[in-house]
């Protein structure tokens, strides 16, 4: 039996995702909004989800439409911001009781498909902008958010690598946006903007808990219609050809340095070898286990962290350390020969075997929350590749040491970031 059941169909310009599950008592409801990532519209995209959610047509005010949440049994709305490759995505998730499992059975399933689709097709406007004084607390609230990455500093040089990284390429902007463009940002452009995502943007909505395929359907077709919706096809990451190394280094006001290094992979979410590129990465530096960790932090003492991630469908791997400033040159040797045993093949069976194991029960558990099930399952939309949950924990089985080793051999050094004290040398 397969661990996710998943149904598709377009309805209406937007295709609607129903996963039917028994383990769920309460059900989830999240409407996705994918575009390419673009400096003209970055910042835009990021204010827009909080200005739709402060109020629409039936419920015109904040208190008024947390009074109507209230009223469905405690139900919760949140906004949510994600960069995936090359696309900005904008998530409306509301987790609704069952009504299954209550007395008086309200239609809560429906009226949270209603509601939803009042904050994004029924938005609080005068037919040629939104309200100002909502727009304008929005854009101050936005900019605490933007600020806050500078304000801390793992976060902060993580973005200053990607920023460094991709330079020119749509993957250097934040998700957040652009401070310098909030000012430019009226009541009529934010609805311009709105209008034209309705238009072009790729909308999935998907329904996870004990639901019914019949029923989600029905509400959908009720409550939306994006009539005009012509989606744009997700767009294939930028990547460099052989890059050269570039190295930067910043001086903060900072205790504690932080060294952060790019690799381009050559591998993402849409490609065959993923899977080992997965496994690649857990023996290098995304668990306990990892190269990573026991050479540079346990072994040597060098780092307060050491750890790697895989930005999946970008095709970038980050290192992320924090060291003192005097280890820097000691810490990125031992990183690059980290990285050399891996090519060479210089680790072991039990390290195979141990990281496929974690990184089966860490998707295992990602699955046991209704959002993590959704977030799984919409890599296949970001990436335009269909791969089961199934397939993938399979995948994930039968990589082998050649294939791990013959990933490895595809990634570049791209860059070297390393923030460090005032006056320090590296």
Do not use: W
């Not at 989800?49 to 005010?61: A, E, H, I, W």
């Not at 040629?128 to 500078?150: C, H």
């Not at 195979?352 to 296949?380: C, F, P, W």
């Amino acid at each position: 039996m397969a661990y996710i059941e998943e149904k598709l169909k377009e309805i209406n310009g937007l295709t609607v995702h129903t996963i039917p599950s028994g383990k769920f008592k309460t059900n989830t409801i999240v409407l996705k909004l994918l575009a390419p990532l673009k400096k003209e519209d970055v910042t835009l995209r990021a204010l827009l989800p909080y200005v739709l959610q402060r109020g629409n047509k039936n419920f015109p005010t904040s208190t008024a439409l947390r009074q109507h949440l209230d009223g469905l049994y405690g139900a919760t709305l949140n906004v949510d911001l994600a960069k995936k490759g090359e696309h900005h995505i904008v998530s409306f998730r509301m987790d609704i009781a069952n009504e299954k499992f209550l007395a008086d059975q309200t239609p809560l399933l429906e009226q949270g498909i209603k509601l939803l689709s009042d904050i994004i097709l029924h938005p609080l406007t005068d037919g040629e902008g939104f309200t100002d004084n909502i727009v304008n607390e929005e854009k101050r609230t936005l900019k605490q958010r933007i600020q806050a990455v500078y304000d801390d500093k793992m976060r902060y040089s993580n973005l200053r690598l990607v920023q460094e990284m991709c330079k020119d390429e749509p993957y250097e902007l934040h998700v957040n946006g652009e401070i310098d463009q909030l000012d430019e940002i009226t009541r009529t452009s934010l609805y311009e903007y709105y209008k034209k995502i309705l238009k072009e943007d790729k909308i999935d909505l998907y329904v996870a808990g004990d639901v019914k395929q019949e029923e989600i359907e029905k509400y959908v077709e009720t409550y939306f219609s994006f009539a005009e919706n012509k989606a744009v096809q997700p767009v294939k990451s930028m990547t460099k050809e052989n890059p050269q190394v570039k190295e930067v280094i910043e001086q903060q006001d900072v205790q504690q340095g932080k060294l952060n290094i790019g690799y381009r992979t050559n591998s993402t979410y849409a490609d065959d070898d993923y899977c080992a590129l997965q496994v690649f990465n857990g023996i290098f530096g995304g668990f306990s286990h990892s190269k990573l960790f026991i050479n540079v932090r346990e072994k040597e003492s060098l780092a307060y962290y050491a750890a790697s991630r895989v930005e999946s469908h970008k095709g970038i791997l980050m290192v992320m350390s924090g060291i003192q400033s005097e280890n820097f040159g000691k810490a990125v040797k031992i990183i690059n020969e980290q990285m050399a045993a891996m090519k060479k093949g210089d680790f072991t069976d039990t390290e195979m075997e141990q990281t496929k194991a974690v990184i089966r029960n860490q998707l295992l558990e990602t699955i046991d929350t209704s959002y993590g099930l959704i977030e799984v399952l919409y890599h296949n939309v970001a990436a335009g590749r269909n791969r089961s949950f199934d397939d993938y924990l399979e995948g994930i089985a039968q990589v082998t040491k050649e294939e791990v080793v013959k990933v490895a051999e595809k990634i570049e050094q791209d860059t070297i970031y390393f923030l460090t004290g005032m006056g320090e040398k590296a």
